[in-house]
């Protein structure tokens, strides 16, 4: 498709319960990002993916993230054992890579709320 | 010091003015700058990407990068009400899955 999909669009959880997001990316993009946008404004990059192979996962809270891109499936962001402070909009984005120019198209989110 | 520093704002003009946004980054090692937009309860979409020092300029909008200055800018013309949104500049050290630092964002209002 056209659009980056997310699922779900919403998520609540208990704190210490586990938390997985879901992310299509755009049929033929070769990268996907995830990223954590907390109050409003503060984005954070989480992860990259070149296929499913990880490109960089600097911005990984190893602890308790993890995140796959596997084949024939969409990709996933897992929290294990969420903590209040998980609680942001988790935004996926995908890009083709082009020598001199990119575009990352940006899903609409998951809003995740950790009680 | 964060990476990118960008003036949350709230900026708010009357339809029509000239917006000025603009962020400083520390890296001199950044290579690509982009200008997002968000609407509230939105993803990010990509406005405006730049390479070089200079100028871009794109309908109403125009880019600026001074890599000298560690300086980046984006002005709207003639600006509308449905400008009205959040403005995120973003820059990454290389093309492909290298991670994008994004400033804090300015909200803009365009009043009517």
């Known amino acids: 498709g056209e659009e980056v999909a997310q699922t779900p669009k919403h998520l609540v959880r208990g704190e210490g319960q586990k938390a997985k997001l879901y992310c299509a990316p755009i049929k033929g993009h070769s990268y996907v990002f995830w990223y954590q946008q907390v109050l409003k404004n503060e984005f954070k990059f989480l992860i990259s993916?070149?296929?499913?192979?990880?490109?960089?996962e600097t911005g990984m809270p190893k602890e308790r993230f993890s995140a796959k891109c596997l084949p024939n499936s969409p990709c996933s962001l897992e929290i294990q054992a969420t903590k209040l402070e998980d609680s942001a909009v988790y935004f996926c984005?995908?890009?083709?890579?082009?020598?001199?120019?990119?575009?990352?198209?940006f899903g609409p989110g998951t809003r995740l709320l950790v009680l | 010091q964060k990476e990118v520093e960008q003036d949350p704002g709230p900026l708010s003009v009357p339809e029509g003015a000239i917006v000025s946004l603009n962020c400083t980054y520390s890296n001199s090692a950044f290579q690509y700058f982009m200008w997002y937009r968000q609407y509230s309860r939105k993803g990010p979409e990509l406005l405006m990407y730049t390479y070089s020092s200079g100028n871009k300029e794109d309908g109403r909008f125009t880019a600026q990068v001074d890599k000298s200055s560690k300086y980046i800018s984006l002005f709207i013309r003639d600006s509308q009400p449905s400008d009205s949104a959040t403005y995120l500049c973003a820059m990454k050290l290389g093309v492909g899955g290298f991670k994008t630092i994004f400033g804090a964002g300015t909200r803009l209002f365009v009043k009517a």
């Open positions: 993916f070149q296929n499913e192979n990880v490109f960089d």
């Open positions: 984005a995908s890009s083709q890579r082009e020598p001199t120019q990119e575009t990352q198209y």
